[in-house]
């Protein structure tokens, strides 16, 4: 007898309900919409975005520092050159 495998497949979230930026989002969403606060929607929202913000202006400094560092090689070759 021919047996077929059973595949499984197992669905992941990148938003947890139960993270600390999710429940503080709720928050400040509930606030909003009843009018406790006035605050702009791009601070109501920055619980979910300002860690990715964070890293992304993180790589960022790492690849300026390295491109300085490069083009300080490159400009030290060409003055040993002459």
Request: hydrophobic share 60%; net charge positive; charged share 10%.
């Amino acid at each position: 007898m021919n047996k077929t495998p059973k595949i499984t497949v197992k669905k992941e979230y990148a938003i947890n309900i139960g993270s600390p930026c999710f429940i503080l989002f709720c928050i400040f969403l509930i606030l909003k919409l009843t009018g406790a606060i006035s605050w702009s929607w791009w601070w109501v929202t920055s619980p979910l975005w300002i860690g990715a913000a964070l890293v992304l202006g993180f790589i960022g400094l790492i690849f300026a520092f390295f491109l300085v560092i490069g083009i300080a090689a490159v400009i030290i070759a060409l003055l040993q050159r002459k």
